[in-house]
């Protein structure tokens, strides 16, 4: 029987190759189709010679996939995966036009207006520790921004308990490649090595995603702060999230620190991609797999909850969640293809 | 007339080297005396070849000097220090040993009963742009730590026109250098390149130091939590406060943001070493010299205050502040020695 | 039927992890027994986070094993094997302590008397490059050094076609990680950031090694100059060959170029770890798998051969390399396990 | 009396900004007037917040000044200077158009024709341990690239001395800087770090320069082979450079590194910025100022000289050096301005 077809269009930024990388390596599909304006009719191996083993050539439109992966740039995806999803072809967009519910949302933050405002009820937000079921049987998944990813990871089990009041605070540290591969002085080597910045502190396009699933969990009048920063790595995503505990909802000190930790392991104790760790995790734990994993306290002076989360903003961030969406949508196992150990140091 | 004679105790880590190249390039004093244990009785350019221009040989014991710097480690800081004091010789301290006004507060946070008690009063917070006066007329000036020179210049100016609530959240990025010379798993290249991760969760040292300062600035009941974080470059610290306004003391939206851009304008106004920036600051601004940037922003959407503070580690945050501090006991032009750019890219 | 039972003899090591990381990814073999001295009795995960996947303890001692890798330094490696030598398991030693044929090469470049110089001709270099036979048969596989397997692959085409004079210099350029996870200044994050320097100019241990093996192709009179650096990354070798051709044997210019080019390409043509490129290669295109790149060329205005080569020094210069023997010593497909792309970027 | 008044043309890369920096800080000239098209009518410090001290505004087009500094790309700096020259100004350029002395290589490494031959001759290569004489008295300056200067460095004391044969390698490393501030994936952060590779094989535009030089040290014939390689860190150059001994020239063994060194010593011993190490040296030691290291050394095994130089690729590999050129056609002390201790860490 011959394998599901799987095509990715935009295969040229960073989250396109890693899409080709780990796809080659899934040994339950086939990658047939990568398309690549700049590089149509090249060879794959001949832009990216980390990819030399995958021998296909640049397409300059998709050919004929049961699956397909778009990672091209907002705006532009919605418009290549309207016709796809008219010729009854499974998605996920790797973009972020299909992740907000309010069409109303996308002129502001992202300067258009959506062309398929029906679509976004029925396009599934991928993040599979929430939406496992819906994944499963959606024609469309939106593949989730690698800052929401980890920050609604790592509060999702406090605001579902009710614990954590609405003002929240979310620091996030990320390595360049989350930028892409797009040149700009912002990823010039001289301009980002030894030095940290925050940036968008007027409102990062993943605020209105972030705050939407937060909602969706049961926080009201959220009221969240998302400040990132851009620090001088190339692959990781770091979040430090800050909340106030709703009194009474759970004790203080090392008590309170123990519930908060069960209450989490609980939460994700089937998650094959999510560890509750036991101390402060490093991104580098995570170096080009799937995990996300995340460290819950309580501020033993403040009484203020800490959740740290991190993964690897170019597969649990990108393009291993994506797979684990195709996953779903296929059937399949959904840690398919995903197995690897992240690489260390 | 011979110039003041300058002494370094315990010159061999990052702090200890950093002042000798800042001291030999002052114009007002001399460097005559560097200590250091393993190394004594070597030239100091052959430990440290960038020091070759210095004729030095590290010596195992001070010689006359007018000040000395200390950059031992804590509590044998205090033990060198105080057969100086008793000399008469002024003194700037590098380590924490009379930082905090409140012995009791040592054995908890370092570990051992502070041997001087008697001293606390009378030592000087190093912090000049708080201090000046005392500072100018100090024998013994306690140079602040790295972390809470960034934090509390970042909040001094919000703090003292108490526009801000004590709920005060201190995430801070910090570059290696900042943990020392010493060696450890923290600091292996291969452990550090490509994480980063939080650290120091159930309290850093130097949080006593920036809540006595807070409250010193007018911040009842600080409850301040403060999480650092190790990032993969060598100097530098980014520091980014949050803070919720009290009701009624500043506008919202863009005329608060003015508002509060003017006070921090006008706060550090006749500062030489702070400079309050127009946009969200970079490390990479002060590589090498003894400015710290500042930038103050309202959240358009939650209210919250939002202080970005940024500077080296080892100049601001060490031996830079510790000459500017030297220059207010010797009555010399605070800049004297310090003017250089920033290094960059 | 139950799989090869797998042990690691100290596993603390980088090259150590790299092999369980490895190992527990091969799908023909099992890995049931790490050793280590210091972590002895705790879980593999809870000293290596990364690990976690793997449900091992730090045993003390090696329990029954089919195949041992020693990651032991070298002469303690000696010391450890004989003894399994004797009880008939098949070893990779990844120390370096099998690989010199004439024992009297051990006092003076290792600072010990061989053990058991008898063993050393049963020993068989593990470059299945060059003894894939041997290796298939071999109880004891001596894992080649990083540099080794860079400098060797890249001119054992020109020596075995004899086009190359023997006077050679070969100027390699190393991460950090091929330094190993011991602490010293040397791998201290501040004092390798931003720097690059060359080392071990009197002797580096990798060159009898080279040099044995550049003798055993055909090389009379070996004048070898190595020259080792250290630059800031974690991963990877690049290593630059110069040779003089020798008159007559290759033409020159742009037809020497691919006639230089074609005897690359045969030699190499079957090999599924080796890949001769068209422009010089990244390490960056090595990173986490198994592959060496290795680029030949001449320089148009001189004449003279340079040969670029690169590799993951933990993988083809370390744990990959020995997985790729054990496969072979397994009767087990040469690439099993290995098959992983780079990771990019 | 007023300060000489310095200009500089095309302020807004790499070399233009660390220009800035350095006459900023330099006692006996004033910096008058800085150029740049893209920036022009903004402030230097709203372009560059590291300089935002110095207070000037970028201009389109250069004012009165009595010495010019070009830091325009090749080709647009000669037409920007030649009505310099006319109008009697001094000027160093940072470029090559007026290094090479025979304007026939222009077209073919440059891709233009000269415009101003007649200009060559007397333009002097501005490297001053070479060149005193000539610079003191020159109008044009032709600042030499950062390559030659580490090279011919690296190198003139054995030529001059006649100890080596001209069959040279030169292997040099760059931090990521010296190719500039414009943007390309080369120079994109997630494509440069974690990697190294060689460049430009077919022959970089400063090999013709370094030919030049070592042929007029007295080497004839030279045959070199030059390769850089592009390495992860900002600043700093190293080379590496191998060279075959004259039979009976130098003695072979310790004596013979005793009496390379004494030649080294001897030939460098009253240059202020040239330090001849007993180590080999490292990039960091000269990060931010104006020093080469040079260590020269024999090969035991082979009689081969191994000499090895760094220097900061932006000072003494671009603005240092074009300033103490300045310095030197002023009449000024050499060191004016450039005494700075390197920053380590």
New interface residues.
């Given amino acids: 029987m011959s394998k599901t077809k799987i095509g990715i269009i935009n295969v040229t930024g960073?989250a396109g190759?890693e899409l080709a990388?780990l796809l080659?390596?899934h040994p339950e599909v086939e990658l047939t189709c990568v398309t690549g304006r700049s590089a149509a009719g090249q060879k794959l191996g001949a832009v990216?010679?980390?990819?030399?083993?995958?021998d296909l050539t640049v397409a300059a439109k998709l050919g004929e996939v049961d699956v397909a992966f778009s990672a091209m740039p907002h705006k532009e995806s919605a418009e290549v995966i309207l016709p796809l999803v008219k010729a009854g072809i499974k998605i996920v967009d790797i973009s972020a036009d299909f992740r907000l519910k309010d069409a109303g949302e996308y002129p502001r933050w992202y300067g258009f207006d959506h062309p398929a405002p029906e679509l976004l009820s029925k396009a599934v937000y991928g993040l599979p520790e929430l939406y496992r079921q819906q994944i499963s049987s959606a024609q469309i998944v939106a593949n989730p921004g690698c800052y929401p990813t980890a920050a609604i990871l790592a509060l999702a089990p406090a605001i579902k308990a009710g614990i954590i009041q609405p003002?929240i605070?979310i620091?996030s540290?990320s390595?360049?490649?989350g930028t892409g591969?797009s040149?700009?002085?912002t990823?010039?080597?001289?301009?980002?090595?030894?030095?940290?910045?925050?940036?968008a502190?007027?409102?990062h396009r993943h605020?209105p995603e972030i705050t939407q699933e937060l909602k969706f969990l049961g926080l009201k009048e959220a009221?969240?702060?998302f400040?990132p920063?851009l620090?001088?790595?190339?692959?990781?995503i770091?979040t430090?999230a800050?909340a106030?505990p709703v009194a009474g909802k759970i004790a203080g000190g090392e008590k309170g620190k123990t519930e908060l930790r069960k209450l989490y392991l609980d939460f994700y104790q089937d998650e094959p991609f999510v560890?509750v760790?036991e101390s402060?995790?490093?991104?580098?734990?995570?170096?080009?797999n799937n995990l996300c994993?995340i460290y819950p306290?309580i501020?033993?002076?403040?009484g203020?909850l800490?959740v740290?989360s991190?993964l690897d903003n170019l597969v649990k961030g990108a393009a291993g969640q994506a797979i684990q969406n195709m996953n779903l949508m296929l059937g399949l196992p959904e840690t398919t293809g995903l197995?690897?150990?992240?690489?260390?140091?």
Same sequence: chains 1, 2, 3, 4.
């Fill in positions: 960073y190759v990388r080659h390596q990216f010679p980390h990819l030399s083993q995958i003002d605070i620091d540290k390595g360049v490649s591969r040149l700009s002085l990823t010039h080597f001289s301009e980002v090595n030894e030095d940290v910045a925050a940036y502190l007027s409102g605020l009221s969240v702060t400040v920063h620090i001088p790595m190339t692959r990781g770091l430090t800050y106030s560890s760790t402060p995790p490093h991104t580098k734990h995570t170096w080009g994993l306290t501020d033993g002076r403040t203020r800490i740290i991190c197995e690897s150990i992240a690489i260390y140091p």
